[in-house]
């Protein structure tokens, strides 16, 4: 009976000790979810991890150390004395696991829901190593997890190991291992202060999944390719890293293992009308895997056999938006400042692309970091596309201090592409005149658009309208009205005929491509990136005009019976591209790239958004059956074609988030601005919004967002934020506030009404709330009543603000400020 209520007491404090009596060797070490057992006979090594009930590590060589001297493995499953075992409290200590030349301690520490492990490491000399284990993980299989997200926002997705000894490595102090069918999560995170950490994930001869840590004093550096090691993907073997240096001395760095609910921690809500747990598998795998390292985000996949990044890609930031972790976001402001370093030039050229190799680059035209001008021509839609990154993510994080960190370099590449401006008509002029010089000029980027594109102009104009925003935020109004001005005047050329020097094709109903220097137009075949632009940023504002494009090119994907918008509805004309594009269709010339999706979602979700989400709705049928992992879709047969996988292929989804939802974060307030059809009414979404917990409500003209204290409502496009103890209520889309509202008890607001004569809005509240309403005009008398009875007159200020203090009598008052 007395061990028994022994064994209880322990259970209860989540530590199973068994002590050790002759011939025992084995100790099980667990939290409230995690369970271990370490053995430590003649050898060292955890046999066994269960995570939340699932055993994900079993067998003699589950979890261990190791160190690979010029080709001989020494490891903790091979000792050169026996260990000591140690129990004092919640600490378990491990002595004498010593091996080569290498002494360790390992120490187990249960705190809370956690299991810490210390690793103790010491040698008395430099080593010289191939490769060091501290530790390796052997999960049991390949299958074990769906992925493991890094610190910084990637994706290691184990779908894409499809053959034995894929090997994939990372810069990361952390990762999140997950299975979305069993929900368990298990995040592991590292702490070697002064030291560097890297990751690998390896898919082992006998389909094992093995997981190695690695501490070293400079940061690793990749093994392939010799003269650029930067490979950070390979195949048909493991050693990913190249040899470094271990000082002779002690190091320690702790591993830390916790659980986590993989609902909970990643759950996107209640979706009505279409398929929550596609979208959720789409925005978890194909939207991550264009993260290659810490510092290297894109669009192509760390999968790619020449492993490329197009900074010439306005929408990486955007992805953001709909992968909605935080640690993306972060990520990639330290991404973007790397590019900021290292891929501008010191006259403002942007290099478009990074790779592996640079097999890809024209000759002496890269520089030692790996950026690089591409062989097809200069694509010159990566001076914008990185503006427009900044200026996006910025949006997302609302980090001023960071975006002023990148004014100069921001206005540097956009002063750069103006200057190319030579007629000075707002059209930006490419480095070829004419299309037989056979060079490409942007993304589309075996078809040679030169001079005047118009791909690279619509670029260009978003890039200036947000940032124009900026400057005026930061101070430098000079610049900001130079760019608005360039933007304004950018936009009525592009909206001119083509007779007149525009873009617009009134014949061919659409905006053509690009215009020769010798003015003869080209790309008259409904570029659909294009017109698609045009619409989505604004340069179209003619709704005949928007209803010609967009009608156009549905008629046409229902005649052809489309699963999504290719790059172009119909052939190029003979000498417009590369030679192997012919006959259409053919790759660029008339293949379905999906990456277009965010523009063409937001250009039809105004228009018509049973459309818009019609596609979206395509594209997640399409991931179910095989995971969008290809680089394209051929159009005669709609199959995947291509190993250069894009996380661009998830961007129709990231558009449903933007424009149909109309979840859009700015700088200073959370914006909903939806497109919801009839069918998606009753829409729940979770959302992540600067160290907050949103709920997004969507229903058909009555939206709300709530972050547990306070909550908006209202049937049209608003914008929120909330402190600790105020409400902000932003009015359509104005970024100026409209009300704030301070209650220490929480409150919901409804609103009603909101001109420039009433403001008027249903509160739930039952405590004092103090309201101040901006932007009245200014100096003038206005009555404030309360379920439709005058209480009093008040003026409001010079400024236009007008203060109330109301403790109200009973819940659901309405409140109307009237002029």
């Known amino acids: 009976m007395l061990l028994k209520k022994i064994y209880t007491v322990l259970i209860y404090c989540s530590i199973i000790f068994l002590p050790v009596f002759a011939g025992a060797k084995e100790i099980t070490i667990s939290s409230p979810k995690i369970t271990m057992v370490l053995d430590y006979s003649d050898k060292v090594s955890i046999t066994s991890l269960v995570v939340n009930g699932q055993k994900v590590i079993s067998g003699p060589e589950g979890i261990f ?111 999140n291992f997950w299975n979305g069918k ?71 760095q702790s591993i830390t293992l916790t659980y986590f609910d993989f609902k909970q921690k990643y759950g996107r809500g209640d979706f009505k009308g279409i398929d929550g747990d596609k979208v959720g598998a789409v925005l978890n795998t194909i939207a991550r895997i264009g993260v290659i390292d810490s510092l290297h985000f894109g669009g192509n996949s760390w999968h790619t056999p020449y492993g490329p990044i197009c900074l010439h890609e306005q929408y990486i930031a955007q992805m953001g938006l709909a992968i909605n972790d935080p640690s993306y976001l972060k990520g990639y402001e330290s991404t973007l400042n790397y590019y900021r370093d290292h891929a501008i030039k010191p006259d403002g050229r942007v290099y478009p692309r990074w790779a592996y190799t640079n097999e890809d680059a024209m000759p002496g035209k890269f520089n030692k970091e790996g950026f690089y001008e591409a062989q097809w021509g200069i694509l010159m839609d990566s001076n914008p596309d990185f503006v427009t990154n900044v200026a996006e993510l910025y949006d997302m994080t609302g980090n001023k201090a960071w975006v002023k960190t990148h004014q100069l370099s921001c206005e540097k590449a956009l002063d750069w592409i103006l200057k190319r401006d030579e007629n000075h008509n707002g059209l930006v002029e490419m480095m070829t005149d004419s299309h037989t010089q056979k060079r490409s000029s942007d993304w589309i980027d075996i078809v040679w658009a030169c001079y005047e594109n118009a791909f690279v102009n619509a670029n260009l104009y978003h890039a200036l309208v947000k940032w124009a925003d900026i400057e005026h935020q930061l101070g430098n109004s000079a610049k900001a009205i130079y760019y608005t001005a360039f933007a304004a005047k950018l936009k009525a050329s592009f909206n001119k005929d083509i007779k007149n020097g525009g873009f617009w094709d009134e014949e061919k109903g659409c905006y053509d491509y690009w215009i020769d220097k010798d003015k003869s137009v080209h790309g008259r075949n409904m570029v659909t990136p294009v017109n698609f632009m045009a619409i989505a940023y604004g340069i179209c504002d003619d709704n005949a005009r928007k209803k010609i494009i967009l009608d156009g090119i549905e008629t046409q994907m229902v005649k052809e019976n489309l699963f999504f918008w290719p790059l172009c509805m119909y052939p190029y004309a003979p000498g417009e591209a590369k030679q192997s594009q012919y006959p259409f269709p053919s790759y660029e010339n008339g293949d379905l790239f999906l990456s277009w999706g965010s523009v063409a979602v937001k250009a039809y979700a105004d228009y018509n958004p049973g459309l818009a989400l019609k596609y979206v709705k395509n594209v997640l049928e399409q991931y179910s059956k095989d995971g969008l992992a290809f680089q394209r879709y051929a159009r005669e047969k709609q199959d995947g074609q291509g190993d250069d996988i894009l996380s661009g292929n998830s961007l129709s989804i990231v558009g449903l988030y933007q424009a149909i939802y109309g979840i859009n974060p700015m700088y200073n307030r959370f914006y909903l601005e939806p497109h919801i059809t009839p069918e998606l009414a009753g829409t729940a979404l979770n959302y992540n919004f600067r160290g907050k917990k949103l709920v997004i409500n969507l229903d058909n003209d009555n939206y709300s967002v709530s972050d547990h204290k306070f909550k908006v409502t209202s049937g049209k496009s608003f914008g929120f934020n909330s402190t600790k103890n105020q409400l902000t209520y932003f009015n359509g889309n104005a970024a100026i506030a409209s009300l704030d509202a301070t209650s220490a008890h929480g409150l919901s607001i409804n609103i009603k009404n909101w001109d420039a004569v009433k403001m008027e809005w249903q509160q739930s509240v039952t405590t004092p709330v103090a309201y101040v309403l901006h932007q009245l005009k200014p100096n003038a008398s206005y009555r404030f009543m309360v379920n439709g009875k005058l209480i009093k007159s008040v003026n409001s200020t010079l400024k236009g603000d007008l203060a109330i203090n109301y403790a109200p009598k009973t819940n659901g008052e309405t409140i109307s400020i009237t002029l």
């Open 65 to 175: 150390t190791s160190v690979n001297i010029g080709g001989v493995v020494y490891s903790s499953l091979h000792l050169s004395g026996k260990p000591t075992l140690v129990k004092q409290g919640n600490v378990f200590k491990l002595t004498g696991v010593n091996y080569g030349p290498v002494k360790e301690n390992w120490i187990f520490t249960i705190k809370g829901k956690a299991i810490n492990w210390t690793i103790e490491r010491s040698s008395s000399k430099a080593i010289t190593a191939d490769e060091s284990a501290a530790p390796v993980f052997n999960f049991d299989n390949i299958n074990t997890w769906e992925g493991a997200y890094q610190g910084y926002g990637g994706l290691a997705w184990f779908y894409l190991f499809n053959e034995k000894l894929c090997t994939y490595g990372v810069h990361t102090r952390s990762t």
């Open 182 to 252: 069993t929900n368990n999560g298990l995040n592991i995170t590292v702490s070697s202060p002064g030291k560097n950490v890297a990751m690998k994930y390896s898919r082992t001869n006998d389909d094992k999944l093995a997981y190695t840590i690695s501490v070293s004093g400079k940061e690793l550096l990749p093994k392939g390719d010799t003269g650029t090691n930067r490979r950070r993907f390979i195949r048909g073997h493991t050693d990913v890293w190249a040899p470094f240096t271990i000082p002779a001395g002690i190091s320690r």
